[in-house]
């Protein structure tokens, strides 16, 4: 009788594919909507990121997690694109970045 061996490396599309959809959803996830008045972390590797928020008419609300970053809002739902034009470097949606305190969306809804 002769023994099949199995290997690992039948798996390997199978686990390539899972890996790039759970990436694909995470970072649909993490990017910003165009959502006006949501907290957005703005990160700038080559410049300020505070500058880049006020160039883009947006308000502070607080120094991000990182050096370089900062937690800002903007009431424009075009306000992502204007920080990308305004020189940041990338974009993250905040919502935790409030605290215990309720989103200004949903502060609106009540």
Not at 24 to 29: E, G, I, K, L, W
Not at 49 to 58: D, H, Y
Not at 68 to 83: C, K, N, Y
Not at 89 to 97: E, I, N, T
Request: charged fraction near 15%; charge should be positive.
């Amino acid at each position: 009788m002769r023994a099949q061996s199995t290997s690992w490396r039948c798996c390997l599309p199978a686990a390539a594919l899972a890996v790039l959809g759970l990436g694909a959803v995470a970072v649909v996830r993490v990017l910003p909507q165009a959502i006006a008045a949501e907290p957005v972390a703005v990160f700038a590797l080559k410049g300020d990121a505070l500058a880049s928020v006020i160039a883009a008419g947006g308000r502070l609300l607080g120094p991000g997690g990182l050096p370089g970053s900062v937690i800002a809002i903007g009431d424009d739902p075009q306000f992502t694109t204007r920080l990308y034009a305004a020189g940041a470097s990338l974009v993250l949606r905040a919502d935790g970045a409030m605290g215990c305190a309720p989103s200004p969306a949903a502060r609106t809804k009540t």
